[in-house]
C-alpha cells in the first residue's frame, strides 16, 4: 500500500501546482531516480551503447539516459494531471497529424490497431478516441502492486479508454476490432511470450506478435501512432501510414514480416529523438 499512497500523495501535489510547476516537478524527479536507480541506469546506458555504438562519447550518452529518465517524470507528472486536464476545455492543446487515415480506416469497419512505443508522452495518446470520436481501447500488462494498477486503470478508464488484459483475451480484442474499434497496442519492448524475432536497431530482438496476429484475424488496419511535445502543454499527435497485412505470404511470414515493420518504424523515431525513448529496460537478450 505505500507505493500507492505515495502515488496518491504525488498526484495531489502535481494537481495543485500550476502545469508548468507539475511538469518541471515531474522532469525533476525522473532525473533524480536517473541518478539513484543505478541497476536502470546502467541498462539504459548498455542499450544505448549498442543501439548507437561510437556515435556519442560517454558525456553525451548520460546526457540522452538522464533526458530520457526526465521524460518519464514528465510524463507521470502529465498522468496524474489528466484528472484536471479533462475538467478543462483541453482539445485545443492537441493536434493530430494523419487524422484522415484514422477516418479511412474506420470506413472500412474492421477497426483498427494501433501500435505505440514507450516514446514521449505516449499515455496521453489515449485521447486520441476523444479527439476523432471513435471507440477505443488499451491492452496492457498489470502493474504487479495491485493498488497502483488500480489507480492506474482508474485514470486510463477516466479519459475513455476501455481495457484488455494482455493475455488470454485474444477472442474479445477481436470482437472489439470487427465492431469497429480501436485497440492500441505497446509493440517496443522485448516480448517473452508470443515472439518473433526482429532486426531491431542491427541487431536480433524478440517482438510480440500480438498487433500482427490480431490483424491478420480481423482484418483491422495496423498505424503506427507517435506523439510529440511542443511546449506550452500542446502535444502533437503523428499516425504514420498504414502496415499493410501481405497477401502473398503463410501465416507465420506474414506475422513476421508485420512484426518487422512495425519494429522499423518504432526504430527510425527513436533514431530521430533518442531522448525521448524509455531506455531502462532490457530490450536485447544479454547474448545478442
Given at each position: 500500500m505505500f507505493a500507492y499512497w505515495g502515488?496518491?500523495?504525488?498526484?495531489?501535489?502535481?494537481?495543485?501546482?500550476p502545469a508548468e510547476g507539475a511538469r518541471f516537478l515531474g522532469r525533476g524527479l525522473g532525473r533524480l531516480v536517473f541518478?539513484?536507480?543505478?541497476?536502470?541506469?546502467?541498462?539504459?546506458?548498455?542499450?544505448?551503447?549498442?543501439?548507437?555504438?561510437?556515435?556519442?562519447?560517454?558525456?553525451?550518452?548520460?546526457?540522452?539516459?538522464?533526458?530520457?529518465?526526465?521524460?518519464?517524470?514528465?510524463?507521470?507528472?502529465?498522468?496524474?494531471?489528466?484528472?484536471?486536464?479533462?475538467?478543462?476545455?483541453?482539445?485545443?492543446?492537441?493536434?493530430v497529424s494523419g487524422a484522415e487515415l484514422v477516418k479511412k480506416a474506420l470506413k472500412r469497419k474492421k477497426g483498427i490497431i494501433f501500435v505505440l512505443a514507450h516514446f514521449g508522452n505516449w499515455e496521453y495518446l489515449g485521447l486520441l478516441p476523444r479527439?476523432?470520436?471513435?471507440?477505443?481501447?488499451?491492452?496492457?500488462?498489470?502493474?504487479?502492486?495491485?493498488?497502483?494498477?488500480?489507480?492506474?486503470?482508474?485514470?486510463?478508464?477516466?479519459i475513455g479508454l476501455e481495457l484488455f488484459p494482455k493475455f488470454g483475451v485474444v477472442d474479445s480484442i477481436i470482437s472489439f476490432?470487427?465492431?469497429?474499434?480501436a485497440v492500441a497496442i505497446l509493440s517496443d519492448q522485448r516480448a517473452r511470450k508470443m515472439n518473433t524475432e526482429?532486426?531491431?536497431?542491427?541487431?536480433?530482438?524478440?517482438a510480440t506478435v500480438a498487433p500482427a496476429v490480431l490483424a491478420r484475424k480481423s482484418g483491422a488496419a495496423v498505424l503506427p501512432a507517435f506523439i510529440y511535445y511542443e511546449?506550452?502543454?500542446?502535444?502533437?499527435?503523428?499516425?504514420?501510414k498504414e502496415i499493410k497485412i501481405p497477401s502473398s505470404r503463410g501465416p507465420?511470414?506474414?506475422?513476421?514480416?508485420?512484426s518487422q515493420k512495425i519494429s522499423t518504424v518504432i526504430e527510425e523515431k527513436i533514431r530521430e529523438h533518442p531522448e525521448a525513448w524509455l531506455w531502462g529496460h532490457r530490450r536485447w537478450r544479454r547474448d545478442n
Open positions: 502515488l496518491k500523495f504525488v498526484q495531489r501535489l502535481v494537481c495543485l501546482l541518478r539513484l536507480d543505478r541497476r536502470h541506469r546502467k541498462i539504459a546506458l548498455e542499450n544505448l551503447r549498442r543501439a548507437f555504438p561510437d556515435r556519442w562519447n560517454r558525456a553525451q550518452s548520460v546526457a540522452i539516459v538522464q533526458n530520457s529518465f526526465g521524460q518519464l517524470g514528465f510524463n507521470l507528472a502529465e498522468f496524474l494531471r489528466l484528472p484536471v486536464l479533462t475538467r478543462t476545455d483541453w482539445k485545443g492543446n492537441f493536434t479527439l476523432l470520436s471513435f471507440r477505443g481501447a488499451a491492452v496492457g500488462q498489470e502493474i504487479k502492486n495491485p493498488a497502483v494498477d488500480g489507480l492506474v486503470k482508474d485514470i486510463r478508464e477516466l476490432l470487427k465492431n469497429n474499434g526482429v532486426n531491431f536497431f542491427g541487431r536480433r530482438a524478440q511546449g506550452g502543454g500542446k502535444y502533437r499527435m503523428v499516425i504514420e507465420r511470414g506474414a506475422v513476421k514480416e508485420i
